[in-house]
């Protein structure tokens, strides 16, 4: 069974711009979570949606938003970047029931100059 | 929030030897789970616990679910040099859709 798929998996943008970011759930997974990860903060969560629906967010400002698409896939969106949102992006699926196993892609790095 | 609490910070490993690591939290969770990263990659879950009280192995490590629900550890026994990465505790209150809160980490070296 495939894994976790995320792209790009490395991008350099200037601050301003904006990012958009893909991630492949498990086949089966209907849930999806996206976490940033950076050395000083650790893996802070951003939000996870579930058929379609933002089910959870975090405390991020209105800048990232996410989406998830009918066969579970999600894109998560940066605008106006700032340097602080060099990260690693990773995202996570699980089944979507009970259980809180989350599986990782690789995920995405992203430096912004 | 809920925070979780990861010590040790760092440590170092020499092959054959024993190491543990906990994480403490300032509130319950119902599921704890432990996870490994290595450098450029995504973290790797390793071992799950649903029940208070509940010790699990997966090969050469074993967690266990502390009784008050607010702490759990993590031995690597006789370790080896692919032991070396960034183990991370992470909890989960509630069922589904509830997100997890992980542990600052606990970054694993091989003594020189």
């Known amino acids: 069974k495939a894994g976790v798929t995320q792209t790009p998996r490395y991008l350099i943008k200037t601050r301003g711009q904006q990012v958009t970011l893909s991630c492949s759930p498990i086949?089966?997974?209907?849930?999806v979570s996206w976490y940033q990860q950076t050395p000083g903060q650790g893996l802070q969560f951003l939000f996870e949606?579930?058929?379609?629906?933002?089910?959870n967010k975090g405390n991020f400002p209105g800048r990232f938003s996410g989406r998830q698409f009918s066969n579970s896939r999600s894109e998560m969106n940066v605008s106006t970047l700032e340097l602080g949102d060099s990260a690693l992006y990773l995202c996570?699926?699980?089944?979507?029931?009970?259980?809180?196993?989350?599986?990782f892609g690789e995920g995405s790095r992203l430096t912004v100059l | 929030g809920q925070q979780l609490n990861q010590s040790p910070q760092s440590m170092f490993i020499q092959e054959g030897e024993d190491v543990s690591m906990n994480c403490t939290s300032s509130?319950?969770?119902?599921?704890w789970l432990w996870y490994k990263q290595d450098p450029g990659e995504g973290p790797v879950l390793l071992i799950a616990?649903?029940?208070?009280?509940e010790l699990t192995s997966n090969g050469r490590l074993t967690a266990q679910f502390g009784i008050t629900r607010k702490d759990s550890f993590l031995n690597i026994s006789a370790s080896i040099p692919s032991d070396v990465g960034i183990y991370f505790c992470?909890?989960?209150?509630?069922?589904?859709?509830?997100?997890?809160?992980f542990g600052g980490g606990t970054r694993v070296l091989v003594k020189p």
């Open positions: 996570a699926s699980r089944t979507g029931g009970n259980t809180g196993e989350l599986f």
């Open positions: 086949s089966g997974h209907r849930s």
């Open positions: 949606y579930f058929s379609e629906t933002q089910r």
């Open positions: 509130s319950i969770f119902n599921t």
């Open positions: 616990l649903y029940k208070a009280g």
């Open positions: 992470a909890g989960q209150l509630g069922a589904a859709g509830n997100k997890l809160t």
